[in-house]
C-alpha cells in the first residue's frame, strides 16, 4: 500500500468516522423527495445480476438536468435508482427533477438535498453514502449515458475482482460525435499504456464502483476543500492503495458537454494541472501518471476551434425554400 504524506492544497486525506445509516460524512441528514425507490424490474432484482445505482451531483443544472434523466430512465436494463444530489441550487434543478418524478412515477427517480457544504465532493459522497444498490454508478448533470449503459455495467462488474470501472465518452455538442467516441476510445486507452498500467484512471462523468469498495475508501477519500484536485483520480488513486482493481469497459459509454473548452486558456490549464495537484496530496511522484496532462493540454486548441465552428452552423437559422 503507497504510503500518503500529509496532505498539501487543502486536501484532507485521511481516516474519518463513517457515517452512520441516514447521516452523510459532514454530519448533514436525509433529505428525502421521493418516497417509492423500488426497481420494480424482475431483471434487476435477480439475484445474478446486481442493483445499478446511478448518482448525478448537480448544481444549478436547469439547462441540462432533464436531458440526463431522460436518458438515465429509458435503458434497456433499468437502474435500481436514479439519484439526483441537489446542492444549494438557486435555480430550477429541484423543480425540474420533482417535475420528471411525476411524468415518470414508474420509475426510481429520487430527489436528495445536500445543503450543508457547498462543493461537487461532499454532494458526490452524499449520493454515494445514500445509494441502496449493489454497484453504485456516478455521472454528472451533463451526462447522456447510453441506452444500454446499466447493462454495460453489470457486465464490467461480471468478474467479482472488478472493483470499480469507467469507459469512453461521446462529447454530444461536438461535430462528427461517432468518430470522437472512437479518438476518446483510443485516447484513453493511450494514456493506460503510457502510465504502464500502474493504475487505471477513474472518469467522473462516467464511472461505477461497488458499494463494498466505496465502504472501503470512503472515509478516506480527499476532502479538497480550497477546490484544487481532481475527485475522480483522488477515488482511482484510493482505490489503488487497496489494491481494488478498476476495469476500463469500452461499451460503458456516456454523453458528455464539451462545455470545458469553453474556458479561457488560464482556466483550462488550471484543470488540468489538477491531476499534479492530486498526485502531490498523495505524494505520488511517478513522472509516467503525467500522461494524461500531456493528451489534455495537446487537444485543447483543436477541440476549441472544432467546438467554435460547430456552435455556429447549429445557430444558423434554417432556409425556407431551399434557399
Known amino acids: 500500500m503507497t504510503q500518503r504524506a500529509p496532505s498539501t492544497d487543502g486536501a484532507l486525506c485521511g481516516p474519518r468516522p463513517v ?12 433529505k428525502l423527495m421521493s418516497a417509492d425507490q423500488s426497481s420494480g424490474d424482475a431483471l434487476n432484482d435477480a439475484a445474478v445480476l446486481p442493483r445499478v445505482s ?8 436547469e439547462s441540462v438536468i432533464r436531458q440526463c434523466l431522460i436518458a438515465a430512465v429509458y435503458q434497456s436494463v433499468p437502474a435500481h435508482e436514479i439519484i439526483v444530489v441537489d446542492n444549494l441550487s438557486t ?23 445536500q445543503d450543508t457544504d457547498q462543493g461537487l465532493i461532499p454532494t458526490r459522497n452524499f449520493g454515494l453514502n445514500h445509494a441502496t444498490g449493489d454497484i453504485l454508478g456516478r455521472i454528472d448533470a451533463d451526462s447522456v449515458v447510453e441506452p444500454d449503459w446499466v447493462e454495460e455495467v453489470q457486465r464490467a462488474f461480471h468478474d467479482p475482482s472488478v472493483q470499480a470501472a469507467t469507459g469512453p465518452v461521446v462529447y454530444y455538442d461536438m461535430p462528427m460525435r461517432r468518430f470522437g ?62 489494491g481494488l482493481k478498476v476495469q476500463y469497459w ?22 488540468v494541472t ?13 513522472m509516467a501518471l503525467k500522461a494524461p496532462m500531456v493528451v489534455f493540454f495537446s487537444v485543447y486548441f ?3 476551434i472544432l467546438r467554435a465552428i460547430h456552435t455556429v452552423n447549429t445557430a444558423q437559422p434554417a432556409r425556407r425554400g431551399g434557399q
Open 274 to 286: 489538477r491531476f499534479d495537484r492530486t498526485y502531490k496530496a498523495h505524494n505520488v511522484k511517478k
Open 54 to 61: 446511478i448518482v448525478i451531483p448537480a448544481y444549478n443544472e
Open 302 to 304: 483543436p477541440a476549441k
Open 91 to 113: 435555480d430550477r434543478t429541484a423543480a425540474i427533477v420533482q417535475q420528471m418524478q411525476l411524468e415518470y412515477p414508474e420509475s426510481p427517480v429520487i430527489l436528495l438535498s
Open 181 to 242: 467516441l472512437k479518438a476518446d476510445d483510443k485516447m484513453r486507452q493511450l494514456m493506460l499504456k503510457l502510465a504502464k498500467q500502474q493504475y487505471h484512471f477513474l472518469f467522473g462523468s462516467n464511472m461505477a464502483l461497488r458499494a463494498t469498495a466505496w465502504e472501503t475508501i470512503r472515509s478516506e477519500t480527499c476532502r479538497d476543500e480550497k477546490d484544487e484536485m481532481h475527485e475522480d483520480i483522488d477515488l482511482s488513486l484510493h482505490l489503488a492503495d487497496h
Open 250 to 271: 469500452p461499451q460503458m459509454v456516456s454523453g458528455m458537454s464539451a462545455r470545458r473548452l469553453e474556458d479561457s486558456p488560464r482556466d483550462y490549464r488550471y484543470y
Open 19 to 30: 457515517p452512520p445509516a441516514g447521516v452523510d460524512g459532514n454530519g448533514a441528514t436525509l
